[in-house]
């Protein structure tokens, strides 16, 4: 069955220090990848995306991600992260063969000051 | 603006009842999906619709029913059916199937 993990349920960085989120999913053919961030209380907003093309795509608020075929990886990164940025963090992937897309079960983001 | 608008926002019923969630979208999207989360388990998806009048089971659709009667809204009704009804209720929509979805401000359910 196609699904995605977040390996790390809970991770806490410096304010200032770089920050890697990971993500994998099960292989599929042409998938679409997101990375998604949600506030308590909140919905969730896009990051970044990947469809195709440049496997290194930039997103708002300074984080970017790279789509590694080979280890079915989409990594997410920021090379200094801020207070602001303590919330929950989604992976999601969409398949061309499924009518909808799959989400991680998040990774939660605290900043130590 | 264009956006995603759910509501209520906070939403307390008696266990028993039937409560509807509304979610309405003026983004021109087809496709409209909600989603439910639970602490530590993500999103899981209860129903979805490509199109108006049509609309299909997720991972989770029991003890839940919706309707797709025109483009613009997608409500979600929680039935006494629903086992644990109480959770923090997500609608979302895009424009097709798999393109990057957006998403409501959610609403949370308290059945008591």
């Known amino acids: 069955a196609q699904s995605v993990t977040q390996p790390d349920i809970h991770i806490t960085v410096s304010e200032g220090a770089s920050l890697e989120l990971r993500c994998n999913y099960s292989y599929g053919a042409t998938p679409y990848l997101f990375w998604y961030v949600q506030s308590p209380g909140q919905g969730l907003q896009l990051l970044l995306k990947y469809f195709s093309g440049d496997t290194l795509v930039q997103g708002i608020k300074g984080f970017e991600a790279e789509f590694k075929r080979s280890q079915s990886s989409f990594n997410l990164r920021k090379p200094s992260v801020h207070w602001s940025d303590a919330a929950e963090y989604f992976c999601a992937v969409g398949y061309s063969s499924a009518s909808k897309i799959i989400f991680g079960s998040g990774t939660r983001l605290s900043i130590r000051p | 603006d264009g956006g995603i608008t759910q509501s209520p926002k906070y939403l307390f019923r008696k266990e028993g009842q039937n409560v509807t969630l509304s979610c309405e979208q003026n983004l021109n999207h087809d496709a409209m999906y909600w989603y439910r989360q639970d602490p530590g388990q993500g999103l899981r998806l209860i129903y979805y619709?490509?199109?108006?009048?049509?609309?299909q089971k997720g991972d989770i659709a029991e003890g839940y029913s919706v309707s797709r009667e025109k483009k613009e809204s997608f409500p979600l009704t929680v039935t006494s059916a629903q086992k644990n009804p109480t959770a923090f209720y997500l609608c979302a929509s895009s424009i097709m199937e798999n393109t990057e979805a957006f998403f409501g401000q959610g609403t949370r359910l308290t059945v008591v």
């Open positions: 619709s490509q199109i108006v009048n049509d609309f």
